[in-house]
């Protein structure tokens, strides 16, 4: 199973859903479904713009976990 920490990066950078769509150009429902970990797929292009905008690695932001 993938987990994905955006809810937590947006904690603590005291961000809201519509603050990472207007800093990363990503669409608002794709943000939702990552924070929501329902998303089931992610485009390179998404993870790279996230990791930018929280400076950190693709590890900071998601992590494969036992199901």
């Not at 429902?29 to 990791?51: F, G, H, M, N, V």
């Amino acid at each position: 199973m993938i987990r994905c920490h955006l809810a937590r990066l947006m904690g603590e950078k005291k961000l809201k859903v519509v603050d990472v769509a207007r800093e990363t150009g990503l669409n608002r429902s794709t943000i939702t479904l990552l924070y929501k970990e329902t998303a089931q797929r992610i485009d390179l292009d998404t993870i790279d713009k996230l990791c930018d905008l929280f400076e950190c690695e693709v590890s900071d932001l998601l992590e494969k976990t036992e199901p």
